[in-house]
């Protein structure tokens, strides 16, 4: 049973779901020839894994809390379309799961770049059609319209979150960086400061990452996490601090954490053990946003993300080959507004995944641990070869597709009168 206090406030659980499609092994000699790009084997392997020790088990525990405890446990998901679509492909029993766990009306989905990509620093254009797709792709599939965003690894600046109220979003989530806050705490509501009506809301990234980076380690001096002793760290917030936002990959249960470390006995527990005797209630970001009133605007000049301690963007764009592979891709966007082929369409959107250019990092310092974890390639510059050797063939096909659709294309009057003057 819940306690009763004359202030609820609330824990702001959002969790992130996505699969990049992996790429095959492209040789020089494919290029011109060969446009499948996808290791087929392995993604299909990886998404059925990850929905049999992840998504799947977690749906369900879900499902339970809320069952269990109902208005007063709500999370949020943002699920990305090349996880969807790889769903719908491969694991169509995920994807119900999904559906089912959103139905129970506890869940809100966000809305992102249907690829998970980094169009938002460079093509504002792009940026916005991937994410007017994702939106459409939710409403379609799980009858529900996102008011909330989340852009590609919580990057975010000024500009970028303008963009985003432009759009017709109500809040927008990011990192709650120490550089950006100083003194002050990400256990607020903020607003941006071009555009005051986007609220938005910070992540409180230490008690985010005890959960999703430091749970299973047992080096850790606080190891083991238990419920109650996380829940006394949200009870130590401060009185007049109004929502703890706690942001992890989906994939940190049962995937990063196996099912045999307690991550889901943690979950099942957290609940009960933060009802127990704190204020706090489970809140999406919709209704964080609704109920509070934002304590000043945040100011964001230089981009922001999620990723390694310095908390920038120089994990995806920090050394010249992420540079010259991410200005090579965005270098043919203005071709593709005349592309209509779907499979050039889909090869162009699926090629801005993040996930691609992240393989390419060379930081071998604060956090080169982790870009090894999760870099199938053996190392980064073998990364970048294969990358541009398919989007050499992306290229080409794209330049074949126009001067195909420029030699069908019917000669006008105007046309047959400059040809003879």
Not at 209 to 231: C, G, H, M, Q, V
């Amino acid at each position: 049973m819940l306690k009763k206090f004359d202030v609820m406030r609330s824990v702001c659980f959002f969790f992130q779901v996505h699969q990049p499609y992996r790429l095959r092994t492209y040789r020089f000699f494919d290029i011109g020839d060969n446009h499948h790009y996808y290791d087929e084997y392995l993604n299909r392997s990886i998404i059925n894994r990850v929905a049999e020790r992840c998504y799947i088990p977690m749906n369900n525990l879900l499902i339970d809390l809320i069952k269990e405890y109902g208005e007063n446990f709500k999370v949020s998901l943002s699920i990305t379309g090349t996880a969807i679509d790889q769903m719908q492909q491969y694991a169509p029993a995920a994807l119900k799961s999904f559906q089912e766990l959103v139905a129970t009306g506890n869940v809100e989905l966000l809305a992102e770049t249907y690829s998970h990509t980094l169009a938002a620093l460079k093509n504002d254009e792009e940026f916005r059609l991937q994410v007017r797709k994702h939106s459409a792709k939710i409403e379609e599939l799980f009858g529900q319209k996102p008011t909330s965003f989340l852009n590609t690894e919580m990057i975010y600046n000024d500009e970028i979150g303008a963009s985003v109220a432009d759009m017709g979003f109500k809040v927008m989530l990011t990192e709650g960086a120490k550089h950006i806050l100083g003194w002050k705490s990400p256990n607020y509501l903020y607003c941006n400061a071009i555009n005051p009506r986007l609220k938005v809301l910070l992540r409180n990234y230490r008690l985010s990452d005890d959960i999703a980076f430091r749970f299973s380690e047992r080096k850790w001096n606080e190891w083991p996490l238990t419920a109650d002793k996380y829940a006394n760290w949200i009870k130590d917030v401060g009185d007049n601090e109004e929502t703890v936002n706690i942001f992890v990959d989906y994939e940190t249960f049962g995937e990063h954490n196996w099912s045999s470390t307690g991550i889901f006995d943690f979950m099942k527990a957290l609940p009960a053990a933060i009802f127990k005797d704190t204020d706090f209630v489970f809140s999406p970001p919709s209704e964080v946003a609704n109920n509070l009133q934002p304590i000043s605007a945040i100011h964001v000049p230089q981009p922001i993300s999620w990723a390694d301690e310095e908390r920038d963007t120089t994990a995806w764009l920090g050394n010249d080959l992420q540079d010259e592979a991410f200005d090579s891709l965005y270098s043919i966007a203005e071709k593709m507004k005349h592309v209509e082929d779907p499979s050039i369409l889909r090869d162009w959107q699926y090629m801005q995944t993040s996930d691609h250019f992240y393989y390419m990092c060379t930081k071998w310092f604060t956090d080169g641990e982790v870009h090894k974890y999760f870099n199938p390639y053996p190392s980064p510059y073998e990364a970048f070869m294969n990358y541009m050797n398919i989007l050499s063939d992306l290229i080409i096909r794209v330049d074949r597709y126009l001067l195909a659709k420029e030699s069908l294309t019917p000669k006008t009057d105007a046309n047959l009168i400059g040809a003879t003057q």
